[in-house]
């Protein structure tokens, strides 16, 4: 099975920073990677599909970039509501396989 | 509005069953593939099992697999998760979720199973 890899697994960042977390397949996914948010207590949220597309609703702060077997989640501005988990997601095929998680916080 | 909303969670001792319920609402059920997701507390997001929209295809994961069966009822606009022999590490959130991008656009809120003693 693919496994997928997301580092840092923590980070913490000042209100205003520019915020990077990669994801990475252990075997090519080509663009089929989803980006979650959950923020604590909440339901997680979906910010990207197809790796660079943005869901309806989510701030354009958010991106997404990346295809085969690495991907980036950018934050091009950190705000307070931000602070939360991101996950990625490979969706090609089952079994549809989380990455371990990225907790982001405010300096 | 799409809504789904999982009942059926509780406190249940090692090796015993349990039958989640993930209702749907806003959507056209019979329509969309379905997944249950699960995450441990504290822990992150686990993807459990999917089953296509008329039920014909169906996965688990690894851990869950020979002891956990999905099944939908597009009648009743309803998704199931029969959960047997249930260990310690089980114990978890269990989400439906669904979407239309073909990631997971839609979420429960979640029930939460508790296997102990």
């Known amino acids: 099975d693919i496994r997928m890899t997301q580092s840092p697994s923590s980070l913490s960042a000042s209100v205003g920073d520019r915020v990077t977390i990669t994801c990475r397949a252990s075997?090519?996914?080509?663009?089929?990677l989803a980006w979650y948010q959950q923020k604590p207590g909440k339901v997680p949220k979906l910010l990207i599909f197809a790796a660079s597309t943005l869901q309806s609703g989510v701030p354009s702060r958010f991106s997404g970039s990346g295809s085969g077997t690495d991907f980036t989640l950018t934050i091009s501005s950190l705000q307070p509501e931000d602070v939360a988990t991101y996950y990625c997601?490979?969706?090609?095929?089952?079994?549809?396989?989380f990455g371990q998680g990225a907790k982001l916080e405010i300096k | 509005e799409v809504q789904l909303v999982e009942s059926g969670g509780g406190l249940v001792q090692p090796g015993g069953s349990l039958r989640l319920s993930c209702a749907a609402s806003g959507f056209t059920f019979s329509s969309y593939e379905m997944n249950w997701v699960r995450q441990a507390p504290g822990k992150g997001l686990e993807w459990v099992s999917y089953?296509?929209?008329?039920?014909?295809?169906?996965y688990y994961a690894d851990s869950v697999k020979g002891r956990f069966t999905i099944s939908r009822d597009n009648a009743k606009n309803s998704l199931y998760l029969q959960m047997n022999s249930l260990r310690a590490e089980d114990t978890a959130v269990y989400y439906c979720?669904?979407?239309?991008?073909?990631?997971?656009?839609?979420w429960g809120q979640g029930t939460l199973v508790t296997v102990s003693s």
């Open positions: 997601q490979k969706y090609n095929s089952a079994p549809y396989t």
């Open positions: 075997q090519g996914i080509s663009s089929y």
């Open positions: 979720a669904s979407g239309e991008t073909g990631a997971f656009d839609y």
């Open positions: 089953i296509s929209s008329s039920g014909s295809s169906i």
